[in-house]
């Protein structure tokens, strides 16, 4: 089945199982004509001795079709409506209230401008759980106090990070969490599988834990000493993991031009979804960019089979600096 979606102030959009459509109507100098039951001359009888003039009702005629067009799907509203009232823990006072705002599959269905299938992945995407029959995100500060006691668990047990058990989490932690907040905090950092006895284990992933803790350190600071932070970053991962400034793309950027270097906050998800307004966006953060510092903010714009490049060529103008090749706007910022 074909879903059209979109509220009022939305342009709207086609939506199959899998798939979603921009939706544009073109004009066509052939009028197409509604005939029920029309029969095309294959489907009559091939006879010539048995033909009749069969007089058929014309039921109603258009000189316009829609055109559809694959699009991406519209998928930030997802966040910023889970936004509007994170999961806190099963002790939050503002949760034990009836007020906050609640979205079940089939409301985010209503509203999101995306098919079911490219919404359920978004959220698993995002991390969203769901709680009693509503989607959730978590907020930051208790998903970090989750995952805190996971690492020291982790740790105080040694435990390999490539075989966390289940059972043992839910058993050590069950007092101060609710089992399946455990459990979603492992699936959300870990990958699961089952060993050849039936138990279930998580390989921890590196590159989320690393990168989760650099946010909950750069989330408080307006900018940071790059050194410094490497520094303190290293220090607060768990052992055995490494941090990289790669596991950090699309969430922070570092300022070489300053002294000392510095990082910053930036998150792809904070900036705006349509393609001219993002690259405004990030024009106005930075007035040149290199194509290595800009395509963690735009590789979500590519649409199918669309390059990085193709994207850059047509919102930025090249040019060299200092031997290197960077990119600012075409139009003014302002």
């Not at 006691?149 to 390999?160: A, F, G, R, Y």
């Not at 900018?223 to 990289?244: A, C, D, H, I």
């Amino acid at each position: 089945s074909l879903v059209i979606r979109g509220e009022k102030d939305e342009h709207a959009v086609l939506c199959s199982k899998d798939k979603t459509y921009d939706m544009k109507i073109a004009d066509t100098s052939n009028m197409l004509l509604f005939v029920p039951g029309c029969k095309t001359p294959e489907e009559l009888n091939a006879d010539p001795a048995s033909c009749n003039i069969i007089h058929s009702q014309i039921a109603g005629y258009s000189k316009n079709y829609w055109e559809l067009r694959r699009c991406r799907p519209k998928l930030k509203k997802l966040r910023k409506l889970l936004m509007e009232d994170p999961y806190e823990g099963p002790d939050s006072q503002k949760d034990q209230t009836l007020a906050f705002s609640k979205y079940t599959t089939e409301d985010l269905l209503s509203l999101i401008q995306a098919s079911e299938e490219e919404i359920l992945h978004q959220l698993q995407v995002i991390d969203a759980c769901n709680i009693e029959g509503y989607w959730r995100i978590l907020d930051f500060d208790y998903e970090m106090k989750l995952l805190n006691h996971v690492t020291q668990l982790i740790d105080s047990e040694s435990w390999p990070l490539s075989k966390v058990p289940l059972c043992a989490c839910i058993e050590e932690l069950g007092s101060l969490e609710p089992g399946e907040m455990i459990e979603h905090i492992l699936l959300s950092y870990g990958r699961k599988y089952v060993d050849d006895a039936g138990e279930v284990f998580f390989e921890m992933r590196e590159d989320k834990i690393c990168r989760a803790i650099a946010q909950m350190l750069l989330q408080n600071a307006v900018k940071f000493n790059l050194s410094e932070f490497e520094e303190v970053w290293q220090q607060s991962v768990p052992e055995g993991m490494t941090t990289r400034l790669d596991q950090l793309q699309g969430l922070a950027l570092v300022d070489k031009s300053s002294r000392p270097e510095t990082i910053f906050l930036l998150k792809v998800e904070d900036l705006p979804e349509d393609n001219q307004e993002r690259f405004n966006s990030l024009f106005g953060i930075r007035e040149k960019w290199t194509e290595v510092d800009i395509t963690p903010y735009i590789q979500d714009l590519c649409a199918e089979k669309q390059t990085v490049g193709a994207l850059l060529t047509k919102y930025a103008r090249s040019s060299m600096l200092n031997g290197v090749k960077v990119y600012n706007s075409r139009r003014p910022i302002s």
